[in-house]
Every structure is written in structure tokens, then in C-alpha cells.
């Protein structure tokens, strides 16, 4: 079946630094959607991107759809401690399910 | 907007017992809403998908005699967990979306312990 992974699995930063991180998949998508999850939350949607190429930004943060349609990318400008959490990618393509991929978990250090 | 509500948050039971888990859209209709199982440190695992007024779709290895998902309207879906071990317990949260959407709005969740 379809599957993602997400780089890096985990990453400490200093606050005030940007963050990037990336998902793959093994076959194209034509939705990708990042969410943000807090420990003992359900995820919360934070972006949504439906282009291949498309750049869309919220806040302090910009997810791409990349051009192969295979990948997709999450930078968050100037972190703050409130950023920690874990991010999940989530693609599917025409007629399917979402398929969600392991998370990025991003701790932020004052 | 897109708010996604889930009752009971957290609960605890005895193994054998059944435990009924709501999920609710408060402020759209939900033609279509999810149900998945999350493990510590894991991701999100899908169990079914339901469609209003439909037989509820399950992914494979998931026990639909086990796991009851009723989706009687456009703002509430069920699970409940028949004859809980503790092997079921784990975080469920339940998803939604309307007629034509693309994204998922998820609930907060319903950490589920089985003593």
C-alpha cells in the first residue's frame, strides 16, 4: 500500500530558529494536508495544498507541494515553544483516503 | 469554524464491557467522518470510514463486530467497543469532513484505558 515517511522523525532547535521538514511518498498524491498534534490533542490542521508546485502560507508557516507531486515541505519561520508538538503529513490521491505518515517531532528549547 | 467535538475525552472500564465513544460536528455537516486508533508515539492508524446513513467502510484487520460505528446523522458518529480487552486500550479520534471538501477535521480524542 501507499506510504509516507517523514524527515527528520525528530529534531530539537533553539527557539527563534526556522525549522524545515520534509514528506515522501512512494506514489503521487493530488491533496496534501500538515497537521499539528499536542500530546493528548487530536491533530489540528494547520495547511492544506492541492497544486503540484502550490506554496501556501499561515502564520509563520509555509508548506509546498512539490512538483513531482511525491512530496511535500513544512518550514516554520522563528520558532517558538509553542510549536512543539508533532507534525503529520497526511496525502491522498482522486477516490482514496487519507494515508498519514509516522510524524516529525519538534522540541523547542528556550 | 470546523469544529469537531468528541465525548467522553477519557474513560476507563472493566475487560468485557462495552464502551461507547460520540464524535459530533458542531458547526457543519458531516457527509463523511473517520475513526482512527493511535498508539503511543505512533501515527494515525484508520479503523473505517463511515458515510451518513451508510454501512460504515473498515480497513482490513479491523473487527467490525468489534468496533460499531454508527453514523445515523450529519453531525454525530458512533463507536463503541464491544467486549473490551485491554489490548483495545488506546487513543481513538474520530475525523469529519463535508460534501465536497478535502480536508479532515479532527476531534480531540477519547483515551481509552481497559482494566
Known amino acids: 500500500g501507499q506510504q509516507l515517511n517523514q524527515s527528520p522523525q525528530s529534531m530539537f532547535i533553539q527557539e527563534g530558529e526556522d525549522v524545515s521538514m520534509n514528506c515522501t511518498s512512494s506514489?503521487?498524491?493530488?491533496?496534501w494536508l500538515w497537521y499539528k498534534q499536542d500530546p493528548g490533542e487530536g491533530p489540528v490542521l494547520l495547511i492544506a495544498?492541492?497544486?503540484?508546485?502550490e506554496l501556501t502560507s499561515n502564520g509563520r508557516l509555509t508548506a509546498q507541494f512539490g512538483i513531482t507531486r511525491k512530496d511535500s515541505f513544512l518550514n516554520i519561520s522563528a520558532s517558538i515553544p509553542s510549536d512543539v508538538g508533532i507534525y503529520f503529513c497526511?496525502?491522498?490521491?482522486?477516490?482514496?483516503?487519507?494515508?498519514f505518515g509516522p510524524g516529525t517531532r519538534l522540541s523547542v528549547l528556550p | 469554524g470546523a469544529v469537531v467535538s468528541q465525548h467522553p475525552s477519557w474513560v476507563i472500564c472493566k475487560s468485557g464491557t462495552s464502551v461507547k465513544i460520540e464524535c459530533r460536528s458542531l458547526?457543519?455537516?458531516?457527509?463523511?467522518m473517520f475513526w482512527y486508533r493511535q498508539f503511543p508515539k505512533q501515527s494515525l492508524m484508520l479503523m473505517a470510514t463511515?458515510?451518513?446513513?451508510?454501512?460504515?467502510?473498515?480497513e482490513q484487520g479491523v473487527e467490525k463486530d468489534k468496533f460499531l460505528i454508527n453514523h445515523a446523522s450529519l453531525t454525530l458518529s458512533t463507536l463503541t467497543v464491544t467486549s473490551a480487552h485491554p489490548e483495545d486500550s488506546s487513543f481513538y479520534i474520530c475525523?469529519?469532513?463535508?460534501?465536497?471538501?478535502?480536508?479532515?477535521?479532527f476531534g480531540p480524542g477519547t483515551r481509552l484505558t481497559v482494566t
Open positions: 475525523s469529519a469532513r463535508w460534501q465536497g471538501a478535502y480536508e479532515q477535521y
Open positions: 506514489s503521487i498524491f493530488n491533496t
Open positions: 495544498l492541492y497544486k503540484a508546485g
Open positions: 497526511a496525502g491522498r490521491n482522486y477516490g482514496q483516503n487519507f494515508v
Open positions: 458547526d457543519f455537516q458531516a457527509t463523511t
Open positions: 463511515s458515510n451518513e446513513g451508510s454501512k460504515a467502510t473498515y
